[in-house]
């Protein structure tokens, strides 16, 4: 899937973010990304902070796993997952899905 790649021991997730959403949850994939929905704001880095939590909540790994590496002011975001292996990834979160 194009949404998401390995590199070494790393995770790379495009994700298309929408926020203020009435709930927190995958919703799909759209186009080349994974598409999320967070209920936050984009203001002082609510919504990507929301994200990331998110994130590593439903791959069952500690925040501290999951980082933003490019997107901070885009709906369009790279992240970076370490700890898990590509497919692991894939099946944790389709299985959010709405």
């Known amino acids: 899937m194009s949404w998401i790649r390995a590199k070494g021991d790393t995770v790379f997730l495009k994700v298309w973010l929408q926020t203020k959403a009435s709930k927190l949850c995958v919703d799909g994939v759209l186009g080349d990304a994974l598409k999320v929905k967070v209920t936050a704001a ?9 994200l990331c939590r998110a994130l590593a909540k439903w ?4 925040a501290a796993q999951v980082n ?7 709906r369009q ?5 370490t700890g898990l292996k590509l497919d692991e990834v894939e099946t944790r979160l389709l299985s959010q899905d709405r």
Do not use: F, T
């Open 68 to 74: 933003l590496k490019s997107g901070q002011k885009s």
């Open 42 to 50: 984009p203001i002082e880095g609510k919504a990507n902070k929301q």
């Open 59 to 62: 791959l069952q790994i500690p």
């Open 77 to 81: 975001k790279l992240i970076s997952v």
